[in-house]
C-alpha cells in the first residue's frame, strides 16, 4: 500500500531577482513499512524535498505539484492541519541533534509538551509516556536525563531524545534528514540500529535522506538519485544494476566497489542556471547530441526501476 | 521511584549559583579600585597642580580653592593624595558640599530614589515598546512594519534626546497645556486627596520618563529585532515547525525566551547611559534627583558632590551590571558556574 | 556605492561646504547684536529669525556648523589614537596586557558617560579644545574593543605569520600587516562616532558647560533658546533640526559602509 505519493513536486526559492530551482519536477512514493533511501550530492535538492513534505518551506515563492499522504493532498492544507499532520503522522529527525532541541527548556518538557498536544493526555500520562519512549531509545538513566538540558548530553544521546520526540505520538512516517552525518562512527552504527530496530516494530514508513550510499545499501528497499534538484533515477535493485550515469559514478566512488571507477569531473551546476537538456550532460562521460537539446523523462527500463536518461540503454551495453 | 536525589542535586546546583555570585563579588574589588583610581585622576586632569588652582577659575574664590586644597591633600605627594582619599571613600565619606556644607554622602542619597525610580520606569518603558516592535519587526524582516521601524529607529539614533525634550514640552506643556513641565508637583500639591497627588506625580513623571525611554529604545528594539531573526533561523525552530507546534506558540515560547536572554546583558550594559541622562533630562525638566544635583553642583564648582556623585554613578552600573549578569547565569541553563 | 553612503555623503558635503564658506554666505556678524530687532521671528530679513540680543540665527547657525563639524573630527581622532593604540597592544600581546587593559575598559564603560564628562569640565577650562578633547578621552572604548577583537582575529592569519617567519618586528607586523586589514571596522565605528560626538557637544553645550557664548554652537543657541521657548520656538526648532540632519549623515553613511 502506499502511504506517500509525490508528483512532479517543484519548489522555487527567489534570491534578488534571480530564481532558485531547489525541486524541479520530483516524483516519487513511499510504501507502507519501506524504506526509502533519497541521495545525492549536497545542494542536490534533498532538503528541500523532504521539508515541503510537510509544507515547512515557509519562505519558497514557488510550491508546486502533488503531495498525497494517506489521500489528503497536503500541499492544500490548511495550516491548522498540517500541524495535526506534523510530528503526529509524519515526523522527522534532522541531521544536529544538539542544535535541534530548544536549549533553553527541559528535554523532559520538550518531549511532554509534543506528546500532550498530538494525543489527549494528561500532564502525567505524557511524563510516564515519554520516560518510557526515552527507555526505549536506550537512554541511561532517564529519571535524570528527562530533566537534563540538551548541552548536558553528546550528540549520539541528543539524536536519541529526538528519535524519541519523533516516535513518542506513534508516526506513519519518519523523515529522517541525515541523522548520522554528525554523529562519530560507533554511534552512527548504533543510531542506524536503533531505527532499523524501532520500525520493525512499529511498522513504520522511512525516508532516510543522506549522501552516504555506504549506509543506504545496508538499509533501504528502495533508492531514489537526486541531481540538480530532479530524481534521475529511481527503484529496486540500484545498487546491482545501475542504469544511470551519475548512480554508477556515485557508486563507483564507494569502497568495495569492483570494476573500473569513474571519477566526475566538472561541478554540480548552479541552481540559478541549470544546463539544457539533460542537466547532467556536462559531466556525462557518454553524452550524445540528444542530451543537450532534450531533456530525458523518467521511463520504466526495468520492473520497478526508472530512469532518466537518453543513453542509459548503451551505458547497460 | 523517589526524587530524593534529585533533591540533593538541586540543592548543589543552587549552592553553585551562591558560589558563582560570591566569585562574582570578588571580582568586583579591582573594578572598584579601578573605579577609584580613575575618578582619583580626574581631579588631577589639568597639567601643573596644584598650581592651576589660582588661574583655573574665577568662579572659585580663593577660600574655595583651599578648602579644595585642603580636602585632596593637593600639598602633598601623589600617592599619598590618593590613599588618603581612598581611605575615606571607603566609608563613604566625600566630604561635606561646599555650597551648603552637609555631608556629600547625605545629600546624595536624598537625590538617588527620584533618579532610580525615574530610570526603572523608563527601563519598563523601553521594554514594554522596544520588545513588541522588535518582534513583530523580526517575524517579516523586510515587511512594511520593518521598514518602518528601521526608518523610526534611524532617526532615533539621530535625534538628541534634550532636543526631543525641548520639543515635547513645547507642544505638549505649552502650546496645548496638556502636561506639566517642570519639577514633580504642582502648586496645589499639598491639598490634594491621597489618589489626587498620586495622579499629580504621574502627570509630571510622563514627559522625563519618555525623554530617558527614548535613547535607549531604538537600540533595544534593534537588538531585539536581531536576536529574534537571528533565533527564528536557528535549527530548533524548524524541528519545532516539524513537530507540528503552531506558529504563535513556536514564536513566543520557543524563540522568544532564546532571543530574551541575550538582552538581559544589553539592558545591563544600557545603565550607565541612563543614569548618564538623567543629568540632561532632570536639568530640563527640573526634576530634584542626582543627575541636577550633578549639574547644579558642577556650575557652582561644588567639587566634593561632583567627585562623591562619580564614584556612587560607576558603583551604581556595576551593581547593575552584576545584577544583570546574575539574572543571566539564573535564566540561561546554559551559562552556568564559570 | 549604494544610497546610504550617497545619501549620507550628500549631506556631510553640503554642511562642510556651509562650514568652510560661511564667512562668505552668513548674511551678518554671527556677533552683531541688534537691539532694535530682538527675537524677531524668520522673515524675509531675518530668514531663521533672531535671538534674544537681536542677533541673526541663520549667521549663527552657519557658524555652528564649523564647531558641530570640528568637534566630530577632533574627538574621534582622539579616541581613535587611544583606542587603536590599547586595542592593538591588547590584541596582539595578549595576556597581562591584554588582561589589564580591557579591565581598564571594563572600569572608563562602568561610569555614566555624562557624570564623567560633567566632572572633567568641572575641573577644566571649558574651551573648544577641552571639550573635543575629553569627549574623545570618554568614548575610545569601543574601538578598543573593536580593534582588539579585529587583531586578534587578523595576528592567526597565514600572511602574518609568513610576515612573522620572514622576520619582521612587532612594529612592522602590526602597522603594515595588521591594522590595514582592520580598518573597514574601524572606519565605521569612527563616521558613527563622529554623530555620537556631535550629539554629545551639543548637549553639554546645552546644559551651559560646553561651547561658551559668544562663539556660536548649535547646543548653546538651543540652551538660550529654551529661556525664551513660549515666545521664540524657532531658536529651538532649527538649531535642534540641524543637528539631527547633521547626525542623520553620519549614520546614514556608517551605515552604508558596514555592508
Known sequence: MIILDVKNLKVYFSRGKKLIKAVDGVSFSIKQGETLGLAGESGSGKTVTALSLTKLISEAKFLGGEVVFKQKDILALASSQLQKIRGKEIAYIFQNPASSLNPVFRIGSQMVEIIMMHQNKSKKEAKSCALKMLQRVGIPDVQKNFESYPHQLSGGMNQRVMIAMALSCQPSLLIADEPTTNLDLTTQAQILELLQKIKHEQNLSLLFITHNLEILKRLVDRLAIMYAAQIVEFGENLFEHPLHPYTQALLSAQPGFEGRSQILKGEVPSPFDFPAGCRFHPRCPFKKAICEQEEPLMQEREKGHFVACHVAENVVK | ?338 | MNKLILFGISIIAVLVLLAVFAPFISPYNPQAIDVENILSPPNRVHILGTDSLGRDLFSRMLYGTRVSLEVGLVAVSVSLIIGVLLGSLAGYWGGRVDNLIMRFVDIMLCFPTFFLLLAMVAFLRATIFNIMLIIGLTSWMGIARLVRAEVLSIKEKDFVRYAKAMGAGNFKIISRHILPNALPPVLVAAVLGMGGAILTESALSFLGLGVQPPTASWGNILMEGKAVIDIGWWLTLFPGMAILVTVLGYNLLGEGLRK
Open chain 2, 1 to 338: 521511584m523517589g526524587f530524593g536525589h534529585w533533591d540533593l542535586f538541586r540543592v548543589i546546583r543552587n549552592s553553585t549559583m551562591l558560589l558563582y555570585f560570591f566569585k562574582r563579588l570578588f571580582n568586583l574589588v579591582p573594578l572598584l579600585l579601578g573605579i577609584t583610581i580613575i575618578s582619583f585622576a580626574v581631579i588631577h586632569l589639568a597639567p601643573g597642580r596644584p598650581a592651576y588652582l589660582k588661574e583655573m577659575d574665577p568662579r572659585i574664590s580663593l577660600e574655595a580653592q583651599e578648602r579644595l586644597m585642603k580636602l585632596y591633600d593637593l600639598d602633598k605627594p601623589l600617592l599619598k593624595q590618593y590613599l588618603n582619599w581612598l581611605k575615606r571613600v571607603v566609608r563613604l565619606d566625600f566630604g561635606n558640599s561646599f555650597v551648603d556644607g552637609r555631608k556629600v554622602i547625605v545629600r546624595l542619597r536624598e537625590r538617588l530614589p527620584i533618579t532610580l525610580l525615574i530610570n526603572i520606569l523608563a527601563m519598563g518603558l523601553i521594554i514594554g515598546i522596544a520588545l513588541p516592535v522588535g518582534i513583530i519587526s523580526a517575524l517579516k524582516p523586510g515587511g512594511l512594519f520593518d521598514k518602518w521601524t528601521t526608518f523610526f529607529v534611524f532617526l532615533g539614533f539621530s535625534l538628541p534626546a534634550f532636543w526631543l525634550a525641548l520639543l515635547l514640552m513645547l507642544l505638549l506643556g505649552i502650546k496645548l497645556n496638556w502636561l506639566p513641565i517642570s519639577g514633580l508637583r504642582s502648586f496645589d500639591h499639598h491639598q490634594l486627596s491621597f489618589w489626587g497627588r498620586n495622579l499629580d506625580l504621574l502627570k509630571h513623571l510622563i514627559l522625563p520618563v519618555s525623554v530617558a525611554a527614548f535613547g535607549g529604545l531604538a537600540g533595544f528594539s534593534r537588538y531585539v529585532r536581531g536576536n529574534m531573526i537571528g533565533v527564528l533561523k536557528q535549527d530548533y525552530i524548524r524541528a519545532a515547525y516539524a513537530q507540528g507546534i503552531d506558529k504563535k506558540r513556536v514564536v513566543y515560547k520557543y524563540a522568544l525566551k532564546n532571543a530574551l536572554l541575550p538582552l538581559i546583558t544589553i539592558l545591563g550594559l544600557s545603565i550607565p547611559g541612563l543614569i548618564g541622562g538623567s543629568i540632561i533630562f532632570e536639568s530640563i525638566f527640573a526634576i530634584p534627583g542626582m543627575g541636577r544635583l550633578l549639574y547644579n553642583s558642577t556650575m557652582a564648582r561644588d567639587y566634593p558632590v561632583i567627585m562623591g556623585g562619580l564614584v556612587i554613578g560607576a558603583v551604581l552600573t556595576l551593581l547593575g551590571n552584576l545584577l544583570a549578569d546574575l539574572c543571566y547565569a539564573w535564566a540561561d541553563p546554559r551559562i552556568r558556574y564559570e
